[in-house]
């Protein structure tokens, strides 16, 4: 025989689950010191001009 289940009850604890999910999401995004944040921001425009720096030919000369 099958379980009772109270769909309020249900839809509450799902709609929760949900919240909780987007809450951990967003303690990820927003949640580091700003010291952290222009560290790794600083880590990729240094990335980016290296990898900027290994081309063979500017973008203009593509052309």
């Known amino acids: 025989m099958a379980d009772i289940v109270n769909l309020r009850m249900a839809r509450k604890a799902k709609s ?3 919240k909780e999910a987007e809450a951990d999401a967003n303690r990820v995004r927003f949640g ?3 010291a952290e944040r222009l560290k790794t921001q600083r880590e990729q425009e240094r990335l980016a001009r290296a990898h900027e720096g290994h081309r063979l030919t500017t973008p ?3 052309a």
């Open 16 to 18: 929760r689950s949900r």
């Open 32 to 34: 580091r010191p700003k």
């Open 60 to 62: 203009d000369e593509d």
